[in-house]
C-alpha cells in the first residue's frame, strides 16, 4: 500500500484534517446513533478504506469516539455489506485484525499496525 495519507499516519504525522480533506465519502453503509460505517477514498491515490465511527459510552457514563479507517479492497467492502445483519461483530474483528489508522479520544490519530486487541470493548 502505498498510500500517502497511510505513510503519514505510520511516521505519526496524519491529522484529522488530513483525513477530512483528502478523502471523499464514497458510500454509506450504516448510519445509527452509536456506529457509521461507510467507504471512504483517498483523493489523490484511491485507496478505498472501510470508514467506520463508534461511539461507546462506558461503564461509568463516558462518551468517548472511535474514528477507524481500515484500508480496504472492494472484495473487502462487498464483505462488509454481506455481514450488514451482525456489523458491529464484523468491523469489530475487522479493528482487531487489521492494520488501520486510529482517531481515538486521546485526540490523536495513529496508524494501529496488525489492529488492536481490545476492540471488542468498544464493540460491545
Ligand atoms: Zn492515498
Given at each position: 500500500?502505498?498510500?500517502?495519507?497511510?505513510?503519514?499516519?505510520?511516521?505519526?504525522?496524519?491529522?484529522h484534517?488530513?483525513?477530512?480533506?483528502?478523502t471523499?465519502?464514497?458510500?454509506?453503509?450504516?448510519e445509527?446513533?452509536?456506529?457509521?460505517?461507510?467507504?471512504?477514498?483517498?483523493?489523490?491515490?484511491?485507496?478505498?478504506?472501510?470508514y467506520?465511527?463508534?461511539?461507546y459510552?462506558?461503564p461509568?457514563?463516558?462518551?468517548?469516539?472511535?474514528?477507524?479507517?481500515?484500508?480496504?479492497?472492494?472484495?473487502?467492502?462487498?464483505e462488509?455489506?454481506?455481514?450488514?445483519?451482525?456489523?458491529?461483530?464484523?468491523?469489530?474483528?475487522?479493528?482487531?485484525?487489521?492494520?488501520?489508522?486510529?482517531?481515538g479520544?486521546?485526540n490523536?490519530?495513529?496508524?494501529?499496525?496488525?489492529?488492536?486487541d481490545?476492540?471488542?470493548l468498544i464493540?460491545?
Amino acid at each position: 500500500m502505498s498510500c500517502y495519507l497511510i505513510a503519514l499516519a505510520k511516521e505519526k504525522k496524519l491529522t484529522h484534517n488530513n483525513l477530512k480533506n483528502q478523502t471523499w465519502a464514497e458510500e454509506s453503509i450504516i448510519e445509527s446513533s452509536h456506529l457509521d460505517v461507510g467507504v471512504v477514498k483517498c483523493v489523490s491515490c484511491g485507496q478505498l478504506f472501510i470508514y467506520c465511527f463508534r461511539e461507546y459510552t462506558s461503564p461509568d457514563w463516558e462518551d468517548d469516539m472511535w474514528t477507524f479507517w481500515i484500508p480496504a479492497t472492494p472484495e473487502d467492502i462487498e464483505e462488509v455489506k454481506k455481514n450488514i445483519d451482525v456489523l458491529s461483530g464484523f468491523i469489530e474483528e475487522l479493528v482487531n485484525k487489521r492494520s488501520h489508522i486510529c482517531w481515538g479520544p486521546n485526540n490523536k490519530v495513529s496508524w494501529v499496525e496488525g489492529g488492536c486487541d481490545w476492540s471488542s470493548l468498544i464493540f460491545s
